[in-house]
Antibody
Framework: QGQVVQSGAEVKKPGASVRISCKVS????????IHWVRQVPGQGLEWLGV????????GFPQNFQGRVTLTKDTSTATVYMELSRLTSHDTAIYFC????????????????WGRGTAVTVSS | QSVLTQPPSVSAAPGQKVTISCSGT????????LSWYQHVPGEAPRLLIF???KRQSWIPDRFSGSKSGTSATLSITGLQTGDEAVYYC???????????FGGGTKLTVL
């Protein structure tokens, strides 16, 4: 019920892109916005953006616009986060998380989180 | 530098009470709902408090949240060793049009 399951760890070279998947329970896929958040080692949580699976609309913080792409595949109830032009500073754990309230997104936070996907950027 | 300001660490003995502060501005905490998260490294973060002071149904009433103006507080009473984690506050920022988090507060139960 209301689960999100993320893809496995990735190792990438600087300059490459990484795409992480987040499979959402079908019964909630079109109802709830899905956020992406990361934690760089030794640092706090950082919001990367949000997608509305029902509409496909997205929103990003200014510092990630142009580098983060969020997409969805309705047939598999999966959302994807692609981060381009990777540097060592992008080494982090990446989480997808469900918005807490379907009818009032971006208001009450994130209540269901994936276990995280480790991304390592190294030459 | 996080938009919301939290103390880096707090500590207390088992059974005691601890409070964690979260300070912001009218662009974020002052005009939006605040939520609190518990994150044990290696695990998924957990939403503890939403809408400033409402607990998730499975969160014990030892955890409580409050908000006043542009600041908020998470209180944990009857501390247990299992409460050791990093705690984050978060809210929407109207000026940035972005969700923002505090820098996190590491709780140590001595």
């Amino acid at each position: 019920q209301g689960q999100v399951v993320q893809s496995g760890a990735e190792v990438k070279k600087p300059g490459a892109s990484v795409r992480i998947s987040c499979k959402v329970s079908r019964n909630i896929f079109n109802a709830y916005h899905i956020h992406w958040v990361r934690q760089v080692p030794g640092q706090g949580l950082e919001w990367l953006g949000v997608i509305s699976p029902s509409r496909g609309s997205t929103g990003f913080p200014q510092n990630f616009q142009g580098r983060v792409t969020l997409t969805k595949d309705t047939s598999t109830a999966t959302v994807y986060m692609e981060l381009s032009r990777l540097t060592s500073h992008d080494t982090a754990i990446y989480f997808c998380a469900r918005d807490a309230v379907a009818s009032d997104p971006l208001t009450y936070g994130m209540d269901v989180w994936g276990r995280g996907t480790a991304v390592t950027v190294s030459s | 530098q996080s938009v919301l300001t939290q103390p880096p660490s707090v500590s207390a003995a088992p059974g005691q009470k601890v409070t964690i502060s979260c300070s912001g501005t009218s662009s974020n905490i002052g005009n939006n709902y605040l939520s609190w998260y518990q994150h044990v490294p290696g695990e998924a973060p957990r939403l503890l408090i939403f809408d400033n002071n409402k607990r998730q149904s499975w969160i014990p009433d030892r955890f409580s949240g409050s908000k006043s103006g542009t600041s908020a507080t998470l209180s944990i009473t009857g501390l247990q060793t299992g409460d050791e984690a990093v705690y984050y506050c978060g809210t929407w920022d109207n000026s940035l049009s972005a969700w923002v988090f505090g820098g996190g507060t590491k709780l140590t139960v001595l």
